[in-house]
């Protein structure tokens, strides 16, 4: 089940998700041209991501994506799959608390990611911590390519308070 948030949350409603889904992102292509690019722009070509011959010969059957490549993919994910906070202005990556690269993502494959929020706590006024827990899926297999637990937190614009 695919479910797509839009819009805004208040507060409280966010805290009202606590254990359970905020919400899933649509299926995503990871391409060897995403693949490729990703390795030059981070300076790791390893030859199981880069090198499609070569990999078609290794332990994975061909090229897979770069974990920190699918873990990048949780950004635009989360903006297409999770309300935003009513009255906030900004947000930052605080960080992650776990985080397992569980299944190689092989060259063509789609990712979708799950978010299920663990809390949401008012850190200090004016900041909202939200912690997920982050699932990032593979079409058509089992075990994910993902699992993490992200925190996120969100900046008041103080403009509109």
Known sequence: MEEHRTGTLTLDEWRALVGQRAGTSAWHEVSQQTIDAFGTLTGDDQWIHTDPVRAAE???GGPIAHGFLTLSLLAPMSLEALPGLTGAGMGVNYGFDRLRFLSPVP???R???????TSVEETRPGEVTFALAVTV????QDRPALAADWINRRYMDKRTQ
């Open 137 to 140: 899926e593979i079409e058509g």
């Open 111 to 117: 990712i979708r990611a799950h978010f299920d929020v």
């Open 107 to 109: 060259a063509g494959a």
């Open 58 to 60: 290794g332990p994975f």
